[in-house]
T-cell receptor, first 111, second 111 residues
Framework: DTAVSQTPKYLVTQMGNDKSIKCEQN?????MYWYKQDSKKFLKIMFS???????INETVPNRFSPKSPDKAHLNLHINSLELGDSAVYFC??????????FGQGTRLTVV | KQEVTQIPAALSVPEGENLVLNCSFT??????LQWFRQDPGKGLTSLLL?????REQTSGRLNASLDKSSGRSTLYIAASQPGDSATYLC??????????FGPGTRLSVLP
């Protein structure tokens, strides 16, 4: 079974659209994350969610919003997509000081 | 500001060589350190995790060390193989914070 799964794997959409990326973990972890990997392959934290506490990276536009229906899911919703949002988005989870596990990524292309 | 750097940015070696990848950080209050591997177009695969109380971890041909006082970690790869070709990322988790990634070292092992 996949530990951290994201859907979709690829997403191509037009500017101005609203889209969501889903993430689920079956590890029982209490913290989930969203990371963005830009064209230079640098991974940067967007959000972390732990026991209903949301920590937001201040550089993330408010068009991005995480939604957690339960402990095992942390979805990413993006409003009014822009060309600069094109990137690979990774979901991850961890438990306390133990290792983090990453999903396979969602490649978002805004045209 | 928490920063992570990795040296070298890229490395190309013949098969069979022993390698050392370097990672350094600016904040000594780390929680743990994790090394990942990323293949082109793929997600992140966890290689090794070192807790702040540990000095090294080993898995097969891989050995990772941690020196908090100098703010450095190294990943040692013994007897490199073409299948080791990938980008290697280090990430620190600081107390109460998220994983902060370095820019990665792109490794190419030539047959």
């Amino acid at each position: 079974d996949t530990a951290v799964s994201q859907t979709p794997k690829y997403l191509v959409t037009q500017m101005g659209n609203d889209k969501s990326i889903k993430c689920e973990q079956n590890l029982g972890h209490d913290t989930m994350y969203w990371y963005k990997q830009d064209s230079k392959k640098f991974l940067k934290i967007m959000f972390s969610y732990n026991n209903k506490e949301l920590i937001i990276n201040e550089t993330v536009p408010n068009r991005f919003s995480p939604k957690s229906p339960d402990k095992a899911h942390l979805n990413l919703h993006i409003n009014s997509l822009e060309l600069g949002d094109s990137a690979v988005y990774f979901c991850a989870s961890s438990q306390a000081s133990f290792e983090a596990f990453f999903g396979q990524g969602t490649r978002l292309t805004v045209v | 500001k928490q920063e992570v750097t990795q040296i070298p940015a890229a490395l190309s070696v013949p098969e069979g060589e022993n390698l050392v990848l370097n990672c350094s950080f600016t904040d000594s209050a780390i929680y743990n350190l994790q090394w990942f591997r990323q293949d082109p177009g793929k997600g992140l695969t966890s290689l090794l995790l070192i807790q702040s109380s540990q000095r090294e971890q080993t898995s097969g041909r891989l050995n990772a060390s941690l020196d908090k006082s100098s703010g450095r970690s190294t990943l040692y790869i013994a007897a490199s193989q073409p299948g080791d070709s990938a980008t290697y990322l280090c990430a620190y988790k600081f107390y109460g914070q998220n994983f902060v990634f370095g820019p990665g070292t792109r490794l190419s092992v030539l047959p």
